[in-house]
């Protein structure tokens, strides 16, 4: 079979997981006529019923096997948890003219996972992350426009086939997106920080806020801040859990270095020392405002690989 | 002279505090035809200057003095720790034909210094705290949709006058906010959890982002979940450190207990018990969606006093 990153017509796609990431990665596609037909898994039957009756997938198929058996591209869009036991059951069936690639918010993991299982295979596989999404989740939040002005880290392997990287990265640049080359362990750290933390601290508030007594009264009054603070304490909990666990080592370090410094800040407060309370609360607003101007210098290009 | 109260005509407003509260005040009630003149005061003479400039003020006021002097209603609209002072300023000006009112976002600190500095004036004056704003401030920021769909909390004292407190009501109908009254401490207490402390942890979060080594990969990589979490963390510094000077006492108790709830949930990731961790992020996720879903039970007018 010729390899499918060379092929002039539509890829087929096999999507395993038919969430909103995956949805959405099919709805952009098809629309950029990048393929040719997709065929789903997913292990939630009514899942995969909304998408065959949305038009989102051409064939629902019975198993993760069956996807992989007839595509040319296949997208494992699965919580982190789900991948080891997925890669475990394609590595029989893949073959080397396909293309591998997920899209998991966790990077070591399923590379890990993937290293276990896919043996010679391994290089087709080109680990991925679009950095996009919203708290919401499942088939009917995919949107075509997921990606679009959004970037795609891609964190390439030493095994991983130069061809097969190119075709996926240039598959979402066509999906609208950006794309970034990394390492697995640096992307870890960094979106421990930017996105795991803050994650779990939303979760916090919400969780802590719900435990007072006057509760009742707290959501009552809480206002714009409040709804964009705690937005993502709205995403899925079984897929943070998942990422909690995928990243714990680096995660857990990060959230208690910052309750240290949230403690420091704290102790400001304590002991009155306003001047000092206010230099922190002004940094931390320049550099947000700062980040808001240029919320992402590799926007230039220059980190965009090929 | 009569009640202001009562007057026909549109009401002369002196401002105290030119900033993007008082400025979309002036926007809302001249578009609602309650005002027949603004005039205003304000540290910055910059911020006097632009108010004049782009037509939010009538008449730029060299002293909150002068400011008072000629207006039916005044409004400070100024920063918490501001107050003691523009309360020992005009009390010996004010007359009890005029309406008092602040929009200081404590109500326990404004309502002593009004008690310290008012005498037989105290009446006549109304605290508010409009749930409004954004992380924007000054007078460019004025807006005049900007009270539509939010409420203003009143938190009038034993002594307020009832004529007093239903024109200030009235004036924040007409602005296009839900009128609610409240005990002013417990006011305080609510906004320490829904206001207070959200804003405190996001200030500490970007403290902490820019602590550590990776900082402008950390932030270069922020995807928009970030970038809501931290959205109030643009606040004005200045603003919420007087904010968490004025409510202390109660925010600092929050904060303790915050951070006692935030190891608990760190303890779960730590001894990797992900069922009790999914199930606290669940009901997280329950609580928050359940609160979007009705955001205000308020809304219905029980609530609303007159």
Redesign the interface.
């Known amino acids: 079979m010729s390899d499918a990153t060379n092929a002039g017509r539509g890829l087929r796609m096999g999507l395993l997981g038919v969430g909103m990431i995956g949805g959405s990665l099919v709805h952009a596609l098809r629309r950029a006529g990048a393929l040719s037909s997709v065929s789903g898994w997913d292990p939630d039957p009514e899942v995969l019923h909304y998408a065959m009756e949305h038009g989102l997938l051409d064939h629902a198929a019975a198993t993760p096997a069956a996807v992989a058996r007839e595509a040319d591209l296949v997208v494992l869009a699965a919580p982190p948890a789900a991948c080891a036991e997925l890669f475990e059951t394609l590595a029989p069936v893949l073959h080397p003219g396909q293309l591998l690639t997920d899209t998991v918010s966790v990077k070591r993991a399923p590379i890990a996972a993937a290293r276990a299982s896919l043996g010679a295979l391994l290089p087709r596989y080109v680990p991925g992350h679009p ?5 919401h989740n499942g088939p009917a939040a995919a949107d075509p426009e997921l990606f679009k002005g ?2 795609t ?1 891609l964190t390439p392997l030493p095994e991983t086939d130069a061809a097969a990287l190119k075709a996926i990265a240039d598959l979402w640049r066509r999906a609208g997106a950006r794309v970034l080359h990394m390492e697995a362990a ?1 992307h870890d ?3 421990a ?3 795991h ?16 007594e ?2 009742g ?22 897929m ?2 998942e990422v ?2 995928g990243n ?1 080592d680096l ?2 370090p990060l ?5 240290t ?3 420091g ?2 102790k400001l ?2 002991e ?1 020392d ?1 001047e000092h ?9 320049q ?6 101007e240029d ?4 926007r230039d290009g220059s980190s965009d690989g090929n």
Chains 1, 2 share one sequence.
């Open positions: 950095i996009a999404g919203t708290e959004c970037a880290v640096r750290a960094i979106f920080a930017t996105s933390l803050p994650h779990f601290l939303a979760y916090s508030l919400v969780d802590f806020l719900s435990s007072l006057e509760e009264e707290i959501f009552r009054h809480a206002a714009g801040g409040f709804a964009d603070f705690t937005r993502i304490a709205s995403s899925s909990p079984r943070w859990r909690c666990a714990r995660l857990l959230l208690h270095r910052f309750e410094r949230l403690g800040l704290r407060l304590e009155q306003w309370l206010e230099e922190r609360f002004r940094h931390a607003k550099e947000r405002d700062a980040y808001l919320p992402g210098t590799w």
